[in-house]
């Protein structure tokens, strides 16, 4: 929807889920963060105008709900990027991203979002990433969350090539695993501007 993919709910193994807990579930909704991701794009909208104003109560259900869901589909086999694109990747990342997100990828939970497990990343859809790389994103500021934090667009300073390559360093790096992002995949993104 309007360029995003939500990624898994279920209990999948490559799913968004399955290393969340019910608090971290909780937390996100709440505040769009936790120590694991932050909302973005639609998901922040709805953060910030839905699930922050429940109760409570109404919150703990939701998460109880989602983790209860039984495993789908398996995701694919994951073939991974070739050497060349990882390390032209590696070295994008370092000069661009490394500072915020860290060498390990950690960042700096509830302010810059940490990448290893990190659900949109390994999606089978690379919408919602190629998104945040390609227009930047802004934390959700909530009541439990007031302070914002900010990731610059990438779009005029990276070409398809270059996104392709970051994206897939991020995407296959760390324990993560996803399939290849194309160059078309990014030309198709950014006409989504």
């Known amino acids: 929807m309007q360029g995003w993919f939500a990624p898994r709910l279920d209990s999948a193994e490559r799913s968004g889920l399955k290393s ?18 932050h909302a973005g794009g639609l998901m922040a909208e709805v953060v910030v105008n839905s699930t922050s104003k429940m ?14 869901l039984p495993a789908g589909a398996p995701e694919p086999v994951v073939i991974p990027p070739p050497q060349a694109d990882m390390t032209a990747g ?5 000069q661009a991203c490394i500072a915020c997100h860290e060498a390990g990828g950690e960042g700096a939970p509830r302010i810059y979002p ?3 497990g990190n659900a949109n ?6 919408s919602s990433t190629l998104r945040i790389i390609l227009d930047g994103a802004e934390t959700a500021t909530t009541p439990r969350a007031p302070n914002s934090g900010s990731m610059p667009a990438y779009a005029k300073q990276l070409s398809d090539q270059q996104i392709a390559d970051v994206t897939n360093y991020i995407r296959n790096t760390w324990g993560n695993a996803a399939p290849l992002v194309t160059t078309a995949q990014v030309a198709k993104a950014r006409r989504m501007q």
């Open 90 to 94: 590696g070295a994008i990342y370092a």
């Open 114 to 116: 940490p990448l290893p």
């Open 20 to 37: 969340w807990s019910i608090d971290d579930i909780v937390e996100y909704l709440q505040s769009g963060r936790n120590g694991k991701s």
């Open 55 to 68: 109760s409570d109560a109404d919150v703990r259900a939701i998460a109880v709900y989602l983790k209860d």
């Open 121 to 126: 990343l390994q999606s089978a859809d690379p």
